[in-house]
């Protein structure tokens, strides 16, 4: 079993930043295919937001979050993050990172995800 863990959402003004990270355990992880990010407004079906292979190599950004969000990680510490910048109200939601072990499809899926973090709640204020 793999478990994720979430943290560095809060509450931020519009136009500022925050960092999320997501710390990944357990006996069997040892590589992933992508690390990703998932956003879930109210209202709303969770979308994709970001992801980055083992390598590094390849990304990839939801048209919504280029050029102000950037995802990165960490293999020997087993954690990724997602650096949020120029932050909007719309970007309110609670943020999950999941993994995907071993698909080479992109962009990623919601479905194609093997493990999920419980999420982490980020609040834009205008």
């Known amino acids: 079993q793999v478990q994720l863990g979430e943290s560095g959402g809060g509450l931020v003004q519009a136009g500022g930043s925050l960092r999320l990270s997501c710390a990944a355990s357990?006996?069997?992880?040892?590589?992933?295919?992508?690390a990703c990010w998932f956003r879930q407004a109210p209202g709303k079906e969770r979308e994709s937001v970001a992801a980055i292979s083992w390598s590094g190599i390849s990304t990839y950004y939801a048209d919504s979050v280029k050029g102000r969000f950037s995802i990165s990680r960490d293999n020997a510490k087993n954690t990724w993050y997602l650096q949020m910048n120029s932050l909007k109200p719309e970007d309110t939601a609670v943020y999950y990172c999941?993994?995907?072990?071993?698909?080479?499809?992109?962009?990623?899926?919601?479905?194609?995800?093997?493990?999920w973090g419980k999420g982490t709640l980020v609040t834009v204020s205008s």
């Open positions: 357990g006996r069997n992880f040892r590589t992933y295919s992508k």
């Open positions: 999941a993994v995907d072990l071993a698909s080479s499809s992109w962009p990623p899926s919601s479905r194609g995800m093997d493990y």
